[in-house]
């Protein structure tokens, strides 16, 4: 296992048009985590799971964005009627939730470019 | 969780020690200080966190004060690869079954270490 995966790396639609991503945690852990980077800030908290559970959700995911972990392994973000807005970077990162180590590892992002 | 103040950009010469201090004077008690570094295009990675003592790992140093109102990374030797933004945050610890690992980021420090 190397590591938490995104895909894709980067995605480049039209506004008004649905969008995809998907993460793959490392395989041990049962949270995961979805975050959003705009240019010149940190990533800010969009969403977490334990195991399939959404157990928090930001004021920041609209009733566009959608978040699944259906069997408490991989999750999809679905954002739907892209706004230029939404032009961002999509971190995914996972931890576990058990013994000393719970740090969280991100992914290297989905780059989303809505034009 | 308690907010935190870091300097906006620090430099550092290759080779020498980088120390990169972060304010958070409304720390409360159960609050760990965690480190994580965003080289450019790529997810957080985590350094190192602490409650009150002094920490080391492989990576880096972190000195907290007496009162726990800052705290200080030391990278011993640093390297071009180090350049990256660094960012302080505090958090209660997020141990087994506990509450969630949502990390509030601020913008950090950028670190340009110079050849």
């Known amino acids: 296992d190397t590591g938490v995966s995104q895909n894709p790396r980067h995605k480049i639609t039209k506004r008004g048009q649905n969008v995809t991503f998907r993460c793959d945690p490392i395989s041990e852990h049962n949270r995961l985590y979805w975050y959003r980077q705009t240019l010149g800030q940190g990533p800010e908290f969009l969403t977490y799971?334990?195991?399939?559970?959404?157990?928090?959700k930001s004021r920041l995911l609209s009733d566009r964005f959608s978040a699944e972990r259906p069997k408490g392994s991989f999750s999809t973000l679905e954002i739907q009627r892209t706004e230029q807005g939404d032009s961002a970077m999509y971190l995914c990162a996972s931890s576990f939730s058990g013994g000393r180590n719970t740090e969280a590892f991100f992914g290297q992002g989905t780059r989303l470019t809505v034009v | 969780d308690a907010k935190t103040t870091q300097p906006t950009s620090m430099d550092c010469a290759e080779g020498r020690a980088a120390n990169l201090p972060c304010n958070h004077s409304t720390i409360s008690g159960n609050e760990y200080v965690y480190w994580y570094r965003q080289i450019h295009s790529q997810g957080p990675q985590y350094i190192i966190h602490?409650?009150?003592n002094n920490e080391t790992n492989e990576m880096a140093s972190l000195i907290i004060t007496e009162d726990r109102k800052s705290s200080t990374l030391i990278l011993p030797h640093a390297t071009l690869r180090d350049t990256a933004v660094y960012y302080c945050?505090?958090?209660?610890?997020?141990?087994?079954?506990?509450?969630?690992?949502?990390?509030?980021f601020g913008k950090g420090t950028k670190l340009s270490v110079i050849p």
């Open positions: 602490g409650l009150k």
């Open positions: 799971f334990q195991n399939e559970a959404q157990l928090e």
């Open positions: 945050i505090v958090r209660v610890y997020a141990y087994s079954g506990a509450g969630s690992y949502q990390l509030t």
